[in-house]
Nanobody
């Protein structure tokens, strides 16, 4: 059973930065594609970004491209989401997700592609 635990959320002013972390309880973390999603009140969960297992490929939603950066440390079983130039519309609960993928290069952008989810961490950006 894969367990994902997010941390790093909080309250920040517009223009500020936060870094989210997601720690995974797996033995071969590099064989998991990782994704970040978010859900604002009254809205559907939306894709934020993803990183392939071998850290070969990354892909971002247009809304965050150029402001958010995904990285991973396979030795620490952790994936990160660095969020810069935050906007009030970035306010949401942020979730990390995992999907087993032995290719190490593929990535996935829809929530139904992922098998495992964290509990979420709240990010609030004030104007």
């Amino acid at each position: 059973q894969v367990q994902l635990v997010e941390s790093g959320g909080g309250l920040v002013q517009a223009g500020g930065s936060l870094r989210l972390s997601c720690a995974a309880s797996v033995s071969t973390f590099s064989t998991y594609c990782m994704g970040w999603f978010r859900q604002a009140p009254g809205k559907e969960r939306e894709f934020v970004g993803t990183i392939s297992g071998g850290d070969y490929n990354r892909y971002y939603a247009d809304a965050v491209k150029g402001r958010f950066t995904i990285s991973r440390d396979n030795a620490q079983n952790t994936v990160y989401l660095q969020m810069d130039s935050l906007k009030p519309e970035d306010t949401a609960v942020y979730y990390c997700a995992a999907r087993r993928d032995f290719s190490l290069v593929r990535y996935y952008t829809t929530s139904s592609d992922y098998n495992y989810w964290g509990q979420g961490t709240q990010v609030t950006v004030s104007s």
